[in-house]
């Protein structure tokens, strides 16, 4: 069978993803902060590929979940306060921290949203139900907040050795600030990326 665009989509993303990867944890700033980052992407990769055959991706959710991964490879590379695109940012937009950790916050929303509309609208009754958009944002907050669970945990654990992968640079509301992102990057993602989707969603059917 030829390998059609559709088909080396995910291959080439994955290897770009894996590339990445596999630089970013030669030299980490903090190699415990690296693998914390990095988890998602190491276990994440894996279990895509045994689920495959069974539940491909839309080519929309397999770009997100790439760029997703970059975002958290980089963090775990410079750590989150150290990403100098973070401090351009900070500089350029006179900003008192490095935002870097806000847009992986965003992304933790903005990028869970689709995959949790695919599961949704694969595997349940919601396609087309005006529960489906509610159901979905509830369900990338919540993931959010057991995230701050994690890195609650992560702290009460390894003490001052998390305090890279915490990120919280001084800011005192820095968990309600992380969830309020991810709630913005989910509505923002289903507002901008419904209608595609669902026309992917259509031809994969």
Known sequence: MPCTPARRLPLVLASVVLVAL???????HDRFTWFLETFWVIGGLPLLAVLWRRFPLTPLLCCLLAVHA?????GGH????RVPFGHWL????????????RIGH????????IVVRELLVRTSPL???AWLAPLTVCACLAFSAFFEMLEWWAALAAGEAADAFLAVQ???WDTQWDMACALI??????????RPHDRQLARLA
């Open 185 to 194: 990057g989910a509505i923002a993602s289903l507002l901008l990326l419904s």
């Open 127 to 129: 396609r087309g139900s």
């Open 78 to 81: 410079y750590t989150y306060a």
């Open 90 to 101: 900070q500089d350029a937009l006179e900003l008192s921290r490095n935002p870097y950790d």
């Open 22 to 28: 596999a630089v970013s944890g030669l030299r980490p």
């Open 106 to 113: 965003l992304m933790q929303g903005f990028v869970p949203a």
């Open 170 to 172: 001084g800011d005192q």
């Open 70 to 74: 970059l975002v958290l490879i980089v």
